[in-house]
């Protein structure tokens, strides 16, 4: 298995544009979680997914971010409009068990907004 | 509310040495505790995990330890490798939660 894939690796956007991140999780990982990490902040988790049906989306800062997941195989992370502060890594990982024994996390995709 | 310490935030230590990282919790209700390493650049790879009826684990160099009533881990590496420089994040997943990471300490072993 390839592990969890990421897209893009990088985006550099400008302010007020939608960006959209995109993660194909593991074959037979049924659950799918979004971290972002900022120096800040380190490591938040902002949503995740089991068997395709978000469960806890607490962690999502505001309206402007939203995820979907339309089947097993693809999740999505749009940031509509996106702002400075939104620059972070984004990471996506997935499991057989929720809690934690098993993640792989995708190698992130370092979004900068200008 | 569940925060997660750890210390410290960076450590330099020769190649060869033993060495300990240190994680705190300041709720001691949790399922478990994980550590993870994160190498530049890159996702988060699972290194140990320690259930909440559990005292220890073990992986190769690698020991992690828990004190759940004191709200304390530790991560063990012995006979340090350069191969170790990354960054090792503490994370607990409280009852019926989710994981919550520390900031992590930032390991360099010079040779």
Known sequence: DAGVIQSPRHEVTEMGQEVTLRCKPISGHDYLFWYRQTMMRGLELLIYFNNNVPIDDSGMPEDRFSAKMPNASFSTLKIQPSEPRDSAVYFCASSQDRGGYGYTFGSGTRLTVV | ?111
């Open chain 2, 1 to 111: 509310k569940q925060e997660v310490t750890q210390i410290p935030a960076a450590l330099s230590v020769p190649e060869g040495e033993n060495l300990v990282l240190n994680c705190s919790f300041t709720d001691s209700a949790i399922y478990n505790l994980q550590w993870f390493r994160q190498d530049p650049g890159k996702g988060l790879t699972s290194l140990l995990l320690i259930q909440s009826s559990q005292r220890e684990q073990t992986s190769g160099r690698l020991n992690a330890s828990l004190d759940k009533s004191s709200g304390r881990s530790t991560l063990y590496i012995a006979a340090s490798q350069p191969g170790d420089s990354a960054t090792y994040l503490c994370a607990v997943r409280p009852r019926g939660g989710k994981l919550i990471f520390g900031q992590g300490t930032e390991l360099s072993v010079k040779p």
